[in-house]
């Protein structure tokens, strides 16, 4: 079955710590995303990449750090100098031609 | 700067009814909209799209307006069965944007028996 991992489903760090979220895909898409989901909030952008080797900051990177070594993968680094770590993560992907962005199910970071 | 506004954050309709979501945007380079479905603690769903060069498109139950002039789209569900009872956020994007989407903030549809 094709589709997007994110591992684990949710996170528990305390503050000051780095944590790195898991994103894998295996529907062959160039393009993958980070999104933030906060309470009454839509879906903002962290990072995105449309190749292997790039990747752009988006609408809130700061305190946030990504790789794109394979294409299949793009993990996220929440770091300490993230303000407000707790949210709801969501990885997503797309062909890179333009359309429609597919999303994994996401993951819950709590940081005390 | 909101460029997606989603102005109602919840809206109720018995089971059968219509229901009618809407959307506006203030970015005149958007010329693809879409709309996805997302329950809680889950990734958002894709359910229908639409390009600037149409003014409707239908897939099933679902049918997504747009009206350019006035830059607002709605999501039309017809008939609505509780299984819809979700959030539904409307996203758009534009050329040149790399394929990033804009998100609105979500209306909660409740779909009452």
């Known amino acids: 079955d094709g589709g997007i991992t994110q591992s684990p489903k949710y996170l528990f760090r305390k503050e000051g710590q780095n944590v790195t979220l898991s994103c894998e895909q295996n529907?062959?898409?160039?393009?993958m995303y980070w999104y933030r989901q906060d309470p009454g909030q839509g879906l903002r952008l962290i990072y995105y990449?449309?190749?292997?080797?790039?990747?752009q900051k988006g609408d809130i990177a700061e305190g946030y750090s990504v790789s794109r070594e394979k294409k299949e993968s793009f993990p996220l680094t929440v770091t300490s100098a993230q303000k407000n770590p707790t949210a709801f993560y969501l990885c997503?992907?797309?062909?890179?031609?333009?359309?429609?962005?597919?999303f994994g199910p996401g993951t819950r970071l709590t940081v005390t | 700067d909101q460029q997606v506004k989603q102005n109602s954050p919840s809206l109720s309709v018995q089971e059968g009814r219509i229901s009618i979501l809407n959307c506006d945007y203030t970015?005149?380079?958007?010329?693809?909209f879409l709309w996805y479905k997302k329950y809680p603690a889950e990734g958002p769903t894709f359910l229908i799209s639409?390009?600037?060069?149409?003014d409707k498109n239908e897939d099933g139950r679902f049918t997504v307006f747009l009206n350019k002039s006035a830059k607002h789209l709605s999501l039309h569900i017809v008939p609505s069965q509780p299984g819809d009872s979700a959030v539904y956020f409307c996203?758009?994007?534009?050329?040149?944007?790399?394929?990033?989407?804009?998100f609105g903030t979500g209306t909660q549809l409740k779909v009452e028996l």
């Open positions: 970015n005149s380079m958007f010329d693809y």
């Open positions: 997503a992907s797309s062909a890179g031609t333009g359309g429609e962005q597919y």
């Open positions: 639409i390009s600037s060069i149409k």
């Open positions: 529907l062959n898409h160039d393009a």
């Open positions: 996203a758009a994007s534009g050329t040149g944007g790399g394929n990033k989407l804009t």
């Open positions: 990449s449309q190749i292997v080797n790039d990747f």
